[in-house]
């Protein structure tokens, strides 16, 4: 199994999304914050390193969460996002410093363009931040959300920096990505961060990741992510210590060939 360095910090093999904590899209929900700090830290005790999250989250909410957890610690690689309307130039730099403020860092580690906009160059959005860079605001750069054609026309809009990291949706039922996205990636020195690596909890019934989850004592939710650590670093997201200690799970084994083989052709 593979291990992985991100904006120069090591991150280990699997991440944590936060979509959900602090409300939802363009929306706040102060009712749990207490317990969602309390889960971002059991979260970062258990060794998970790279913490996901965007300016839409919670109206911005989930970035403060995030922050008031774990800003105090120097390992900790954070991921936000600024969302398709605010790729402007002047509101894309604008974005990028509020999400800062929340976070309560003195840079954001990595800052990916959440979803594309066909009504504006890709260009203007990547000169911003390479901008941003320059000053110190984000440390790297990297898109949520492209296919092969937008992802080429990133990496060639960058005149300063490289664009490290694609996010996107990956999962054993949406393989799609292995046949074009990920290749691409890989040649470009690009890493796959997989939202939505558990189909929205679907996988923890399938019958045959259970029957291969019996050769190695795991859940089907470990044999899940195990399976998608070769391509990406995937980033589920959970309510509850026992959820993470079941996703930490997932790091201390490696599939044989055959089995990878049977999920990959699932």
Known sequence: MRELRLCNKEIGKIGFGTWGIGGGYWQKDYSRDKESIEILRYAYDKG???????????????EELVGRALNKYEDVLIVSKVWSNHLRHDDLIKSAINSRKRLGVKSIDLYLIHWPNSR????????????????????C?????????????????AKKYEVVANEIEYNIYNKKSEKDI???????????????????????????????????NKTSIQIAL?????????????????????????????LKEEDYEIIKNM
């Open 48 to 62: 998970i390193r790279l913490f996901d999250t965007a300016e839409m989250y919670g109206d911005g909410h989930s």
């Open 120 to 139: 504006i160059p890709i260009e203007e959005s990547i000169n911003a931040m390479e901008e941003l860079i320059d000053s110190g605001v984000i440390r």
């Open 182 to 216: 990920i290749p691409f990636a890989k040649k470009n020195k690009i890493e796959i961060i997989a939202y939505s690596p558990l189909a929205k909890g679907e996988i923890a019934y399938d019958k045959t990741l259970k029957k291969i989850g019996e050769k190695y």
């Open 141 to 157: 750069m990297g898109v949520s959300n492209f296919d092969v054609e937008l992802l080429d026309k990133a990496i060639h809009s």
């Open 226 to 254: 195990n399976y998608l650590m070769k391509n990406s670093i995937p980033i589920p997201k959970a309510f509850s210590k026992e959820h993470i200690d079941e996703i930490i799970g997932s790091i201390d084994f490696e």
